[in-house]
C-alpha cells in the first residue's frame, strides 16, 4: 500500500516537471511567466494531495462530487499536456537536427501558439476523458450462442455489470440512473461482477440505495471484488442482502425452467484469500449448463474444469484509456474487455460500469451495461 500511496502522490509531480521543461522552458518567457505557469501546473498536478488534505484520504476522498471531478481534470490536463510536450520537444530535436531554417531561429510567437494550442488539446482531453469516466454508460447487447445450452434457456437475457464504484465520485443519482437503465432491458437476470462500492456503509448506504429497484425475472446475483475488502465487507454484505442483492460468496443459485437447469456460480475475489471455484461448484446438477462469476477476467483453464462453459468478469475496466488498455491485459491473462474462448470456455469481461474516483477518468473506452442474450446453437440438419 505504501507504494502505491508514493506513486500516486509523485505522479502528477513528475508530468507536471515533465510539462514544465518541455512546454513552459520553449516559449521563452520571462522568469515571472515561467514561475507563475510552473506553480500552476504544479497545483494542478497534485490530485492526490489535495484529495488527502481536504477529503480525508488520497484513495476513497470525501469531497462534493463535483470537486472530484474538477480536481481530476486539472490532473488529466497536467498528464496529458506532459506526453504531447515531449512529443512537441522530440519533434523540435529531429528538425534542428534536420537544419530545418525554421528550426535554427525560433519564432517566439509561433511556438507560443503551437504551445496554446497543446494546452487547449490537453484541456479537451481531460475533460472528455473525466466526462466519459463519470457519465451513465452505454448498453451492450451481446448474443453468445452455446450447443449445450438447455432449450429451456434459448434466449435467456442477462444483464451484466460490473465495477459500479459507488462512491463520493459516483452518488445515489448515477447508481439511480444505472438502476433505470438496467430495468429498461427487461432481463431474466442481473449479475454484478464485483466492486459495488469504495467507502465505509456509514458515507455510502444511502447511494447505493437504488440497487433495491434493480427488477429482473430471477432476480439480482453477484460476486465480490477486491474492493469490497477494502470497504468493510462483514457490514457491506448484511447491507446488499436487504437491497435484494445476492451476493454469491463460493456459492451456487439454481435456476429452473421445467426440468432443465442454469447454475450461476459465484466465486470470491483472491484478495479475500477465500477463493474456491471447487466449493461453489459443488452440488450442481450433472446436465446443469454453468455461469460463473468472478471478479476477475482470469484462471479460466481451472475454471474450465468444473465444466463452466460462460465466465463473466470485470475488474479491468476495459484498460481505461486505449494504448494503456494493452499494459492492463498483460495484467489479466490478455484478457481486457469483450469477448474470449479459451479451454472450452466463453469469457465476457465487461468495460466497467463505473470508474474508481482515484482515477474517474475514460478515453476511448465507454463505460458499459451488457446486456447478454444466451442462444442455443443450431443443429446442422444432415443431407
Known amino acids: ?13 513528475l508530468c507536471a516537471l515533465v510539462a514544465y521543461m518541455t512546454v513552459v522552458r520553449a516559449l521563452r518567457l ?33 469531497l462534493p462530487a463535483g470537486v472530484i471531478h474538477a480536481l481530476s481534470v486539472c490532473n ?7 506526453g504531447v510536450g515531449v512529443v512537441w520537444a522530440v519533434v523540435r530535436f529531429l528538425l534542428s537536427r534536420c537544419r530545418v531554417a525554421s528550426a535554427q531561429v525560433p519564432d517566439p510567437t509561433r511556438r507560443r501558439v503551437v504551445a496554446g494550442t497543446l494546452a487547449c488539446v490537453a484541456a479537451g482531453v481531460g475533460a472528455k476523458g473525466v ?14 450462442e452455446f450447443p449445450d445450452l438447455p432449450s429451456a434457456f434459448d434466449g435467456y437475457r442477462i444483464v451484466h455489470l460490473s465495477d459500479l464504484h459507488i462512491s463520493a465520485a459516483a452518488r445515489a443519482d448515477r447508481t439511480a440512473g444505472v438502476v433505470r437503465l438496467v430495468n429498461e432491458q427487461a432481463p431474466d437476470l442481473i449479475a454484478i461482477t464485483g466492486d459495488f462500492v469504495d467507502g465505509t456503509a456509514a458515507r455510502r448506504r444511502a447511494d447505493v440505495a437504488p440497487l433495491a429497484d434493480l427488477r429482473a425475472k430471477d432476480g439480482v446475483v453477484g460476486c465480490t471484488g477486491n474492493h469490497e ?9 448484511n447491507i446488499f442482502h436487504g437491497l435484494g442483492v ?16 442454469l447454475a450461476i456460480l459465484g466465486e470470491n475475489d483472491p484478495v479475500s484469500h477465500d477463493s474456491d471455484i471447487q466449493i461453489a461448484a459443488g452440488m450442481v446438477p450433472y446436465g446443469a449448463f454453468r455461469i460463473l462469476l ?15 462453459r460462460l465466465q463473466l468478469s470485470g475488474h479491468t475496466h476495459g484498460g481505461a484509456v ?9 495484467a489479466n491473462e490478455g484478457h481486457v474487455r469483450g469477448i474470449y474462448r479459451e479451454h472450452g470456455l466463453t469469457l465476457y469481461v465487461n468495460s466497467g460500469t463505473g470508474q474508481w474516483a482515484g482515477f474517474p477518468t475514460r478515453l476511448g473506452v465507454a463505460p458499459e451495461i451488457t446486456l447478454i442474450t444466451l442462444r442455443k446453437t443450431p443443429t446442422k440438419e444432415k443431407e
Open 1 to 13: 500500500m505504501m507504494f502505491f500511496r508514493i506513486f500516486f502522490l509523485s505522479m502528477g509531480p
Open 30 to 62: 520571462g522568469r515571472a511567466w515561467r514561475w507563475t505557469l510552473g506553480g500552476a501546473l504544479l497545483l494542478c498536478s497534485l490530485k492526490f494531495t489535495w484529495f488527502g488534505l481536504l477529503g480525508g484520504n488520497i484513495f476513497l476522498p470525501e
Open 76 to 82: 488529466d490536463f497536467v498528464l496529458v499536456l506532459a
Open 131 to 144: 466526462y466519459d469516466g463519470v457519465r451513465l454508460p452505454d448498453v451492450v447487447e451481446v448474443t453468445l
Open 229 to 237: 475488502y477494502y470497504s468493510g465487507w462483514a457490514v457491506w454484505r
Open 246 to 261: 445476492r451476493v454469491l460468496e463460493n456459492e451456487r443459485l439454481l435456476v429452473r425452467r421445467g426440468n432443465e437447469t
Open 294 to 308: 468472478t471478479h476477475r477476467p482470469t484462471r479460466l483453464a481451472e475454471h474450465a474444469a468444473y465444466r463452466v
Open 322 to 330: 486505449r494504448g494503456l488498455d494493452r499494459f492492463v491485459a498483460r
